[in-house]
């Protein structure tokens, strides 16, 4: 079936990098998007941005721009999202999402990953 | 501050029919689809209405969605008690280049 299984549970210090895996199974990688959404714990949902897998393509929120970037490794069907210069305000939880064809509704979702940071 | 607005709250008993409204302007409600998702307690996200109006497989035609001007809805007939979650709209904002959440409600079934 189609699914996104994300990496693990990260704990970081502040400053620091999170690097996060998508890992797409059930339809080819390289013809739909992945987005990636933050959502701070008791918080609502916040779009980070979108990669096209096929062309490598991105486009960022401009809340995150400079602070993010998404890759991927079409080998293995791997999308990374990567956070730079974390604070205590990045503790949240992030998933990958797969856009259907022609819009914007994410119909797939990975589990979440949950990114801690702390001194 | 969310780009589009949601009441933080909602509720109502079995069986009744809830509506959640969802305000925008016209750079993104106004000129590109509305889509909804359900959240229940630590999951996922789940696609609950895709482009303004249309039920992705496996959702109840209890769920419907519509859209006026800069403003969208959320129907909800016939509530029953696994409806209790939270529900944020979203919509693409050319402005911004980017998708724009609404800052979510909360459905009580009480």
């Known amino acids: 079936q189609v699914q996104l299984v994300q990496s693990g549970a990260e704990v970081k210090k502040p400053g620091a990098s999170v690097k996060v895996s998508c890992k797409a199974s059930?339809?080819?990688?390289?013809?739909?998007?992945i987005n990636w959404v933050r959502q701070v714990t008791g918080q609502g949902l916040e779009w980070m941005g979108w990669m096209n897998p096929n062309s490598g393509n991105t486009g960022y929120a401009q809340k995150f721009q400079g602070r993010v970037t998404m890759t991927r490794n079409t080998s293995i069907s791997t999308a990374y999202m990567e956070l730079s210069s974390l604070r205590s305000e990045d503790t949240a939880v992030f998933y990958c999402?797969?856009?259907?064809?022609?819009?914007?509704?994410?119909?797939?979702w990975g589990q979440g990953t949950t990114v801690t940071v702390s001194s | 501050q969310s780009v589009l607005t949601q009441p933080p709250s909602a509720s109502g008993t079995p069986g009744q029919r809830v509506t959640i409204s969802c305000s925008g302007s016209?750079?993104?409600?106004?000129?590109?689809?509305v889509y909804w998702y359900q959240q229940l307690p630590i999951t996922a996200p789940k696609l609950l209405i895709d482009?303004?109006?249309l039920r992705p497989s496996g959702v109840p035609d209890r769920f419907s969605g519509s859209k006026s001007g800069t403003s969208a809805s959320l129907a909800i007939t016939g509530l029953r008690s696994e409806d209790e979650a939270d529900y944020y709209c979203a919509a693409w904002d050319d402005s911004l280049s980017g998708l724009v959440f609404g800052g979510g409600t909360k459905l009580t079934v009480l």
């Open positions: 999402a797969r856009p259907n064809k022609g819009g914007n509704g994410m119909d797939v």
């Open positions: 059930g339809y080819t990688f390289t013809s739909y998007d």
């Open positions: 016209s750079s993104n409600i106004g000129s590109n689809y």
């Open positions: 482009s303004n109006n």
